[in-house]
């Protein structure tokens, strides 16, 4: 899972950026210019507990890629956002999802280039950049399909739908409303899939608040999304400033910072956390002498899905799964035990995989 950070200029994108990877690279000035990436191991409390369990020689968790990009450049009036640079665009397009940084503090060191903190119009600004950049990848594709008519019938065929597809878009992109807004099938987000258009991708709006305003996020939250209504998209808030901070304590201390400021779980983890019901996302669990290993897949996989996931080849030559909840794993303490008492069931190619499953799949070479 990719995931690039985006805001505009003196949001704190890569505060945000090391507050997640536990990172130090450089803030302010020319620090926003530059990419900075980082891959983040994804903290579940299950894997620890299993590990504890198997006392495996390796623990994998599940990792996501952050991805810090530098602010779109301003034009010569230094107001308005220009035109996202190609090698921006084409790292943006990669990614899975988008965590747009918008600044809602203040801050008497760091003045925000309109002269004012507003949180809805820096969100509005950069959303629009990213419509004016699906707009021209769809403008001009449809512009070619409608003047061409070469192929065999079944390649006409295909731009056929893909034209009425795109058509469907532009209305809604020319009034600046993001793609991911349109109900579209199943069938025409596949057609949709090679253009990796900003605008479908989901969006996790993080409100970045100074450390006074962390009593009232819930509030400063609510006010944004009222005027905010896509679908695909989440709200939150975060003192990116605060967080880093506590991010470079040890465990215990960090816990009685967080508990001061009335904060109930790490920056990093509620990101993630939000990042995977954003993306319909779950984990399952593999164990065993070796090494316990947390898998990421979509909500409503299937065995064979998961499968996949591990390894092709286990999906071509797969016989069933061997699955039990990790709770009752852990309650009974042995795969053996949870087969004992029912707890370990065999599941074929079509069931549907849960958060939390164990599974050990058995396939033909």
Known sequence: ?????????????????????RGAAETGGFGGMTVNVGVVKVPDERLT?????????????????????????????????????PDQLARLRNADALLHVVRAFDSPTVAHPEGSVDAARDLERLDFELVLADLSVVDKRVEKLRTGRHGTAAEREQNDRELQVLERLLPSLREGLPVRDLELSEDELKLLRGFRLLTEKPVLVL??????????????????????????TQIEALSARIEMEIGQLDEEEAAVFRADLGLTEAGLERVIRLSYQLLGLISFFTVGPDETRAWTIPDGSTAVDAAGAIHSDLARGFIRAEVVR??????????????????????????RMRDGDVAEVLFNV
Do not use: C
């Open 1 to 21: 899972m990719q995931i690039a950070i985006v805001g505009l200029a003196r949001a704190g994108k890569t505060t945000v950026f090391n507050t997640l990877t």
């Open 49 to 85: 507990l299993l590990t504890e369990l198997f006392q495996p020689k390796r623990e994998v968790p599940a990792d996501v890629t952050y991805v810090d990009l530098p602010a779109p450049p301003t034009t010569a009036d230094g107001r308005e956002p220009a035109d996202i640079p």
């Open 207 to 232: 409100l970045n608040i100074g450390e006074g305003d962390i009593a009232r996020a819930p509030e400063l939250v609510s006010a944004v999304a009222a005027g905010y209504e896509h679908r695909q």
């Open 326 to 351: 990790w709770e009752d794993l852990l309650a009974l303490g042995s795969m053996a035990e949870a087969r004992r008492h029912g707890k370990l069931r065999s599941e074929g190619k079509v069931y």
